[in-house]
């Protein structure tokens, strides 16, 4: 293509490549989750003399890669039944084959993945994951069971039973109706104004009906809240959906008493039933993640909002530091760095907040930057890693991060870009022309072994591109790069 600008480039000799553990560090603080076994099932290296079996294996991975892409967290755990010794049936997301599944629970010590029914499951980590479920209108599916199940009404403003027939359907489906509640409504709790300020005084009523539900009712002679099974009509108005609204209602001060040794401590699902998102500081990484919170029980780190979590703990964790930690700044990948590819700064802050940037000692810089042109550049949540896509020559700087309060500075790294020849390979795609094009589509060319796979497609959209989208950095096998520093 003589209209496509070549560049003149030195030998890469002299750059040190993303190693395979380096990269696992990458994914496991990122806030971007990748099914590892994407990575652990890629085509092989060797010839392969059956290129419809090497195609389908393909076509796995790509869709194994795109539904765990930005998964949370939590549904990439490994199943976990617990220390003890019951027998109780519960569900869990399966990453490797992207389905909710059961497993045997033994009754304590579960990880976070881990769910009562299977659409607590699917609303957490399937298919409804990103959907507003309680809009949709009441669906029974397309087969011939029977089971009951529940569904948000918005023209009524309640939940309602009904019956769906065991396939099809969609999100707006819950095991009972105390789940659905708790995710569609907040609670209303109707009484006669003599009622009002006797609720908390009155006896647990579970009412004349058939269709149990987990409630929460206040004893007056234990003075606490305690679970019971509601029947799902009449009884009286001590009733709630949860502890903490049962808590709020009938108890003067609910507020869990905290420590500063409290944001040290691993979080804890507690021992109820409930499934309530929460947050708690993880220590090892200095700031606040999501753990499913089983309604009562715990300890004392876990908190209603990331919010709350960062501002307490973070204060806490950082005057109980006797020696302060200089930040460490650290370059994700090449130095200099190939024109047109991505890297990653990380600033290693040991817990300190907040994080600030630094682009030749000024940082308003990179924050304009972001702001003006998101594409480009990107912050993670707790600022702690910038990440820079299609590199240009004005990058090219010294870079620092500073922590604290007090704004201690980290080393200072420069990094130089280069440009890049591209020479046109021999090779040919092995795959056909729809499977090489979702290759190019969801970006996989930057991986060796499918540009080797789509050899010729990954070439010319790295022209069409002219590199916009593909980290060069990572073009290996097929691909002759040659590279000199602007």
């Known amino acids: 293509n003589d209209n496509f600008e070549k560049f003149s480039i030195s030998a890469i000799s002299n750059t040190t490549p993303i190693t395979t553990s380096t990269a696992s560090i990458i994914l496991a603080e990122s806030d971007v989750s990748i099914d590892t076994a994407v990575v652990n099932n890629m085509p092989s290296q060797e010839n392969n003399d059956n290129d419809e079996e090497e195609e389908l294996l393909m076509v796995d991975n790509i869709q194994g890669f795109e539904s765990s892409f930005s998964l949370p967290e939590l549904c990439l755990l490994p199943e976990d039944m617990g220390p003890c010794f019951g027998e109780i049936l519960r569900w869990r997301y399966n990453s490797e084959t992207s389905r ?52 948000y009404n918005m023209d009524a403003g309640q939940c309602n039973v009904f019956m769906y027939t065991g396939c099809g359907g969609n999100g707006n489906r819950f095991s009972s109706k105390a789940e659905c509640e708790h995710l569609c409504t907040s609670e209303i709790v109707f009484y006669t104004s003599n009622e ?92 606040c993640k999501i753990f499913i919170y089983s309604g009562c029980g715990g300890n004392q780190n876990r908190f209603f909002s990331e919010d709350e979590c960062m501002n307490y703990c973070s204060v806490h964790v950082y005057k109980r530091r006797i020696q302060i930690n200089r930040p460490e700044l650290i370059l994700i990948g090449y130095n200099p760095i190939p024109l047109g590819s991505a890297t990653t700064l990380r600033c290693k802050a040991y817990g300190q907040y907040p994080i600030r940037w ?129």
């Open 100 to 151: 909710c599944e059961t497993f045997i629970y033994t009754g304590c010590g579960h990880n976070a993945n881990y769910f009562t029914s299977e659409e607590a499951c699917l609303r957490a980590c399937g298919e409804y994951r990103n959907s507003d479920v309680c809009t949709m209108k009441m669906d029974r599916g397309h087969c011939e069971l029977g089971v009951t199940k529940w569904y």
């Open 196 to 287: 009002e300020t006797d609720i908390c005084q009155l006896d647990r009523e579970s009412g004349p009906c058939d269709d149990p539900v987990t409630q929460w009712y206040f004893d007056k002679r234990e003075a606490q809240c305690l679970q019971f099974t509601y029947g799902g009509c009449r009884g009286n108005s001590n009733r709630f959906n949860s502890r903490k609204l049962c808590e709020q209602r009938c108890l003067e001060k609910t507020t869990v008493i905290r420590t500063e040794d409290g944001c040290l401590l691993p979080f804890e699902v507690g021992l109820c039933q409930d499934n309530q998102q929460l947050w708690y500081f993880d220590k090892s990484v200095g700031y």
């Open 358 to 486: 630094h682009k030749n000692g000024f940082s308003k810089y990179i924050y304009y930057t972001i702001h003006m042109n998101y594409s480009r550049l990107q912050m993670n949540k707790d600022h702690s890693e910038v990440h820079i896509t299609n590199v240009h020559q004005m990058d090219v700087a010294d870079y620092s991060c500073s922590v604290g309060e007090n704004a201690i500075l980290s080393n200072t790294i420069h990094f130089d870009v280069k440009k890049v020849e591209l020479i046109e390979p021999s090779c040919t795609d092995k795959g056909n022309q729809i499977m090489c094009k979702l290759v190019t589509r969801i970006g996989l060319c930057s991986n060796p072994r499918y540009s080797n796979f789509c050899c010729q497609t990954c070439f010319h959209s790295l022209l069409s591109s002219k590199s916009s989208s593909i980290d060069l950095s990572r073009l290996t096998g097929a691909y002759h790069v040659d590279t000199n520093i602007i």
